[in-house]
């Protein structure tokens, strides 16, 4: 048996034949296993899914009741017969219920990471590495000049306009399942006590995240503020909404404001590189961690991941999945940057 006996692609993306599902699927299939609740990777239509309670929680809230025809929810390291194959979901620290798919029969072991960082999190269980026979990994970051340093030191930053602004409102772009909540937990963190405020569009994933036991401290919806409240406050918003808000400083939270131009080009004042998918050295870290002699690259930076994986004398190739996005910058900086 080789890896692909396990896994393939296929059109609607990874399959396991043997297993009788897909993981993470692009089209609508009979059963699919899902990583996490990214858009990209959560769709809804399928006909049974199984994943952790919390991505399952998460599809429903983005979808509503009906998102599939059926679900099971297992927990970290549970393992699951599906057909011939043996699933465990293992924590991939990208977002909450972000879970890595390891598939096994035959003593061999794929593990198909979904998207994944080897960073710490208040808001989500810390990445497991899981020893395997083949890996697959996104490459979002995948180029050398991709180093996300420290997010605490972002954050400081962040901190330290407040005190210098307390007159202008704080509007902090961020991706609205994860990477708000994470940064309002970091702020948390760092001991910033004050009303954190909220854009209607991150209301729900935000107050579920609180229901999960995750600590965001006190958060209000900026609605119901007044621009008295709003100044000098710190506001997590989708990146189109600093209209009403006093002299805004416009910041954005994400692993690509680490490119200058990118972060000058959509008018971002104040570029917080704070990023949920492992950067280069995680990457290649985590692929080597692994003990994998086989390494699928599913989106992003594909080629130079595959060029370092086999100067290590990994198999490697790309798989070029098409629909997976990158979140990042999917809901961010996309839309109405000028009013970012
Ligand atoms: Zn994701
Ligand atoms: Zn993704």
Not at 4 to 32: N, Q, S, Y
Not at 88 to 102: K, Y
Not at 271 to 277: A, E, G, Q, R
Request: hydrophobic content about 40%.
């Amino acid at each position: 048996m080789r890896p692909e006996d396990i896994l393939l692609r296929t059109p609607a993306g990874i399959c396991c034949r043997i297993g009788g599902f897909h993981i993470d699927p692009t089209a609508t299939v009979e059963k699919a296993v899902i990583t996490h609740a990214h858009g990209d990777h959560a769709r809804a239509g399928h006909g049974a899914v199984l994943a952790t309670q919390e991505t399952l929680d998460l599809m429903r809230l983005r979808y509503g009741e009906s998102f599939a025809g059926s679900t099971q929810a297992i927990r970290y390291g549970e393992t699951v017969a599906l057909g011939r194959a043996r699933v465990t979901l293992h924590p991939a620290g990208h977002v909450l219920g972000s879970a890595q798919v390891a598939v096994a029969a035959n003593g061999l072991r794929v593990v198909a990471s979904g998207d994944y960082k080897n960073v710490a999190d208040p808001t989500c269980a810390a990445f497991e590495l899981v020893r395997c026979d083949a890996f697959i990994t996104e490459a979002t970051f995948g180029l050398p000049v991709f180093r996300h340093g420290n997010p605490e030191a972002e954050i400081a930053k962040l901190l330290r306009s407040v005190d210098l602004f307390p007159e202008r409102a704080h509007l902090v772009g961020a991706y609205a399942l994860g990477k708000a909540q994470r940064v309002i937990a970091m702020l948390r963190a760092a001991g910033y006590d004050q009303t954190i405020y909220v854009h209607g569009a991150l209301e729900k994933i935000t107050r579920y995240y609180q229901s999960r036991g995750i600590g965001l401290g006190r958060v209000e919806l900026a609605r119901n503020a007044n621009k008295a409240e709003l100044a000098g406050a710190i506001t997590l918003c989708p990146p189109s909404t600093s209209r009403r808000f006093p002299e805004p400083v416009t910041c954005f939270a994400s692993g690509w404001m680490r490119v200058r131009a990118r972060a000058r080009q959509h008018l971002v004042e104040l570029p917080l590189v704070i990023s949920d998918h492992a950067d280069w050295d995680g990457l290649t870290a985590t692929i080597a961690a692994t003990g994998a002699s086989e390494v699928w690259v599913t989106h992003g930076q594909e080629e130079a991941l595959v060029h370092w994986s086999a100067t290590q004398g990994l198999q490697a190739r790309a798989l070029d999945i098409v629909g997976y996005g990158d979140e990042d910058e999917a809901d961010g900086l996309s839309e109405n940057p000028g009013e970012a």
